[in-house]
């Protein structure tokens, strides 16, 4: 059996967070969905964008690609924008195991979110492109099927955070029935692993009403610290003394957090070490907030949130929506980040963010200075980050991020003229 995971064309619609990440590598209620087909035990092959190629084939070199040999059917095809949650799985089983004659469609609203199909000769020999494989699916003329666990597909950024707090309880009580945890108190889990167990500093109190707290291998967590369920916590990951922790947090590998966090996914390699609030929004990888960082999540008037991109505004369907934070950006002390905005890729933040902030900027609006940040500048400061957590830069992580600046290049306008160095 063969499974392909596919990027469409809405993927960029998903920026700021999809700018230098494959939308399967999105965590979404503490899971990816790469990880989460994993556990198919298929062959697993990646459809992504070609920027993306060097740094999967370095992350991710076990799936699938045509030099390894024929695809082995029947293929199962999952829209990279699908929403992880482990009800998925019964979904995936029962089309690869479905009595179709020659294959299924799936739709999510008008998109493509999985298909199966009875034969590997189906689909055209060698790499596919993301270009091409939603009009490969529908040329097929396969039957459109209404299963009964239904897939959601992510459409804009407000969606990761949305669909997040929807599915971590259901995704950590999954995590828990693994057997891999043990329950220490109340609804904290910990590994089974003596060796991996988390270093837990006094008076540590926490609330498990609403949702389990699980704690992966190697996590520390300070003294005084308050962490109330649902919230996952990744591995080698560090809470510091005198944090709140509070309602639906995910926290991926190697991150530094303090303060106080609710409702909010922080991927790998990010840092919120200092008082500060963040609330319902996303931190992309490797991003930094300097202390007293803070964020609104909540309008005066209580109305919807509309969230503000590069691309325009958009209705978050949330009354309550944060901010979305690009790989790789900064903000400084006392930074200000208005409901609902995002800030791009490799970008710096100061004083009051009252805009959407374009990728590779250093956005200082309320002092009028927007300016361009040269992107030899970022392939410095890369490297410098990676020196600091023992992680070797790669080629293809600098070429990732110059890559990330031809993409983002339009964003950066101001009146249809270029930004000034």
């Known amino acids: 059996m063969h499974v392909i995971l596919f990027e469409d064309s809405r993927v960029q619609d998903l920026y700021p967070i999809t700018v230098g990440r494959a939308a399967f590598s999105i965590s979404v209620g503490s899971i990816r969905l790469l990880n989460l087909v ?3 035990g298929c062959e697993i092959e990646l459809i992504a964008r070609p920027h993306l190629h060097d740094l999967l ?4 070199p076990d799936t699938w690609r045509p030099e390894k040999g024929e695809r082995k059917g029947p293929v199962l095809l999952i829209n990279a924008r699908t929403a992880p949650r482990y009800r998925l799985l019964q979904l995936w089983r029962e089309l690869l195991a479905g009595d179709y004659e020659r294959g299924a469609i799936v739709f999510a609203g008008s998109a493509i979110a999985a298909a199966v199909l009875k034969s590997a000769d189906m689909l055209p020999s060698g790499e596919i492109g993301c270009a091409q494989i939603h009009g490969v699916l529908q040329d097929l003329n396969l039957p459109i099927i209404y299963p009964s666990v239904q897939a959601t597909l992510m459409e804009r950024p407000s969606d990761v955070i949305r669909l997040h707090l929807k599915l971590i309880n259901e995704n950590l009580e999954n995590r828990i029935s693994t057997g891999d945890y043990t329950e220490i108190e109340d609804g904290v889990f910990v590994p089974k692993n003596p060796e991996e167990r988390p270093e837990i500093g006094a008076n540590f109190v926490s609330d498990t009403k ?10 520390k967590i300070g003294p005084f610290t308050f962490i109330r369920g649902p919230v996952y916590i990744g591995p080698n990951s560090k809470v510091l003394e005198h944090a709140a922790i509070k309602d639906f947090v995910a926290i991926s590998s190697t991150c530094k957090v303090g303060g106080e966090v609710e409702a ?16 319902h ?3 992309g990888s490797w991003v930094n907030l300097g202390a007293g960082t803070c964020n609104s999540d ?8 509309m969230q503000e991109t590069p691309a325009g505004k958009f209705p978050s369907r949330m009354q309550f929506l944060g901010c979305v934070v690009g790989d790789y950006s900064k903000t400084a002390i006392n930074t200000s980040i208005f409901t609902g905005k995002t800030i791009g890729a490799c970008s710096m933040a100061y004083g009051f963010v009252t805009t959407a902030v374009p990728s590779f900027v250093n ?8 300016t361009e940040i040269p992107v030899e500048l970022m392939v410095l400061t890369q490297e410098r980050m990676f020196i600091r957590r023992d992680v070797k830069q790669r080629p293809c992580d600098i ?23």
């Open 57 to 60: 084939r370095e992350d991710v």
């Open 399 to 421: 070429k990732l991020i110059r890559d990330m600046y031809e993409l983002t290049r339009n964003e950066r306008q101001l009146a249809n003229e270029p930004l000034s160095l």
């Open 298 to 305: 909540l309008k005066n008037s209580y109305n919807e949130v």
């Open 264 to 279: 909010t996914t922080i991927e790998p390699y990010s840092n919120k070490q200092h008082h500060g609030f963040l609330g």
């Open 281 to 283: 929004s996303y931190l």
């Open 363 to 370: 956005y200082a609006r309320s002092f009028n200075q927007i």
């Open 38 to 40: 994993r556990e198919l």
């Open 210 to 219: 609403a949702g389990p707290i699980v704690l992966s291998k190697k996590v």
